[in-house]
C-alpha cells in the first residue's frame, strides 16, 4: 500500500513562484505513473501534468511552458515547480499515482486522468493573489 502527502502549497502572488512536494511511502510496483491534479469549488478535479517512471511527461495545455514536473524516484518523490503564477491557478492541488498502466503505455499522459489513480494525497492549496 502507498500513501502520498503533499507539502510546499501557500499563497503568492500573481507572476511568483511556487513548488509542491508529493512523497511516497511505501513501495510502487516496477512501473507506474504519478500526476498532479487541481479543483476549485464547483468544478471537477483536473489533471495538469503526468509523469511515468520512466521519465516520460505530459502537460494540459493550461500549464505547459510554466509548470514543470520531475520524479526523484530514489527519493519516491514528485515535484511540481510552478512559475509565472496566474489567478486561475488558485485551487487545491493533489497529487496521485497509479500502479495499473496499460499494456505497451508510454507518454505520460496516464496520470492524468483521475479515473486510473490508485493513490490519493490529501491536497495542498495554492492561492494566487492578483
Known amino acids: 500500500q502507498v500513501q502520498l502527502a503533499e507539502s510546499g502549497g501557500g499563497s503568492v502572488q500573481s507572476g511568483g513562484s511556487l513548488r509542491l512536494s508529493c512523497a511516497a511511502s511505501?513501495?510502487?510496483?516496477?512501473?507506474?505513473?504519478m500526476g498532479w491534479f487541481r479543483q476549485v469549488p464547483g468544478k471537477a478535479r483536473e489533471g495538469i501534468v503526468g509523469?511515468?517512471?520512466?521519465?516520460?511527461?505530459s502537460y494540459v495545455n493550461s500549464v505547459k511552458g510554466r509548470f514543470t514536473v520531475s520524479l526523484d524516484i530514489a527519493k519516491k518523490t514528485m515535484y511540481l515547480q510552478m512559475s509565472s503564477l496566474k489567478p486561475e491557478d488558485t485551487a487545491t492541488y493533489y497529487c496521485?499515482?497509479?500502479?495499473?498502466?496499460?499494456?505497451?503505455?508510454?507518454?505520460?499522459?496516464?496520470?492524468?486522468?483521475?479515473?486510473?489513480?490508485?493513490?490519493w494525497g490529501e491536497g495542498s492549496e495554492v492561492t494566487i493573489s492578483s
Open positions: 496521485a499515482a497509479s500502479e495499473h498502466l496499460p499494456p505497451n503505455y508510454k507518454g505520460g499522459y496516464f496520470c492524468l486522468n483521475s479515473y486510473g489513480m490508485d493513490y
Open positions: 509523469i511515468d517512471s520512466d521519465g516520460s511527461t
Open positions: 511505501g513501495n510502487f510496483d516496477n512501473n507506474y505513473c
